[in-house]
């Protein structure tokens, strides 16, 4: 199976649905995907499950992949016996954290219920979390003025006034601004100020 898959395949590895959180900082992921049953998302949310959740505590314990049925984390609350009555029969959790100074961490939730995802299954789901987590890596090209000058983008400042206040041209700002959205992939000034402040790096 090709290591290097994508969302469809991975509704077909994972029938019953899946979770992904990418780049989880502090408190929000940057990203999020929630397939997993709206029932059960229902009812993790009204019990407030995550403190006590044992697939959570092996997430920020440890990286890899493991199949639910390995976790060894004390389960008072007894939320794997609870998913499994929603449906959730077979699971398995990716962790992926490359040491980063941000301390962001990216996860994934893949459930089916037939049987216990293989070896090879593994492999591959910790592969597209992984690719996953590198594809949201900050870029560490930003020039300190093209930071700046994105800086003062998300403070909802004009092109005139960036310009004024950096003792710059016009001409000079929208060049940092072309350069900033092209190294964030971003096609406006504003959409490349909103990723740069989700990488945290303004």
Do not use: C
């Not at 004390?74 to 040491?99: E, H, K, T, Y």
Request: net charge positive; proline share 4%.
């Amino acid at each position: 199976m090709n290591r290097y898959v994508g969302s469809n395949q991975i509704a077909v590895l994972a029938p019953t649905g899946y979770y992904l959180a990418l780049r989880v900082g502090f408190a929000f992921p940057m990203e999020e995907v929630n397939a997993l049953p709206a029932a059960w998302v229902d009812h993790y949310t009204k019990q407030r499950f995550m403190l006590s959740d044992p697939v959570i505590q092996w997430i920020y314990g440890n990286n890899g992949a493991i199949r639910w049925s390995e976790i060894t984390h004390r389960d008072p609350r007894g939320i794997m016996a609870q998913a499994r009555s929603f449906g959730l029969i077979f699971g398995v959790s990716v962790s992926v954290f490359d040491n980063n100074p941000d301390g962001q961490r990216s996860f994934g939730n893949f459930v089916r219920p037939d049987r216990e995802f293989d070896d090879a299954e593994m492999q591959v789901l910790q592969s597209y979390v992984t690719r996953l987590h590198d594809e949201k890596a900050p870029p560490t090209n930003l020039t300190a003025a093209e930071i700046e000058a994105l800086r003062m983008v998300k403070d909802g400042l004009r092109l005139k006034q960036i310009a004024h206040a950096l003792g710059v041209s016009e001409g000079a700002v929208k060049q940092r601004l072309k350069n900033a959205k092209a190294k964030l992939g971003a096609s406006t000034g504003t959409q490349a100020a909103t990723l740069a402040s989700g990488f945290g790096l303004i």
